[in-house]
């Protein structure tokens, strides 16, 4: 059965720094592009970041172009991001799902959702 567990949250300041994980089990990791998504209280879910299976391409909203980093370790099973220059507005809880998936999880409202991470930028 499919198990993500997202960490790595926590709270900062403007400009600050912060680097998540996704650890994933019970599914072939190496064989699934991820996603990375993010929730602002009130609001619906809001795409970051895809990675494709190899790792070797990632994609992100322009939003967060030069400020995020998406990579993974396929052998350890961990998807990553590297969140730089962090600001108020990226004030969320950041998820993780497989990018074939996560759609699907949404408009059913169900599926393997891990528990998140919550991530607050302030002064």
């Known amino acids: 059965q499919m198990h993500l567990v997202e960490s790595g949250g926590g709270s900062v300041q403007p400009g600050g720094s912060l680097r998540l994980a996704c650890q994933a089990s019970g599914f072939a990791f190496h064989a699934h592009a991820m996603t990375w998504l993010r929730q602002v209280a009130g609001k619906g879910l809001e795409w970051v970041s895809d990675i494709t299976a190899s790792g070797d391409r990632p994609y992100y909203a322009d939003s967060f172009k030069g400020r995020f980093a998406t990579t993974r370790n396929n052998s350890e099973k961990i998807l990553y991001l590297q969140m730089n220059n962090l600001q108020p507005e990226d004030t969320a809880v950041y998820f993780c799902?497989?990018?074939?998936?996560?759609?699907?999880?949404?408009?059913?409202?169900?599926?393997?959702w891990g528990p998140g991470t919550q991530v607050t930028v302030s002064s």
């Open positions: 799902a497989p990018t074939s998936y996560w759609r699907s999880w949404r408009d059913s409202g169900s599926g393997s």
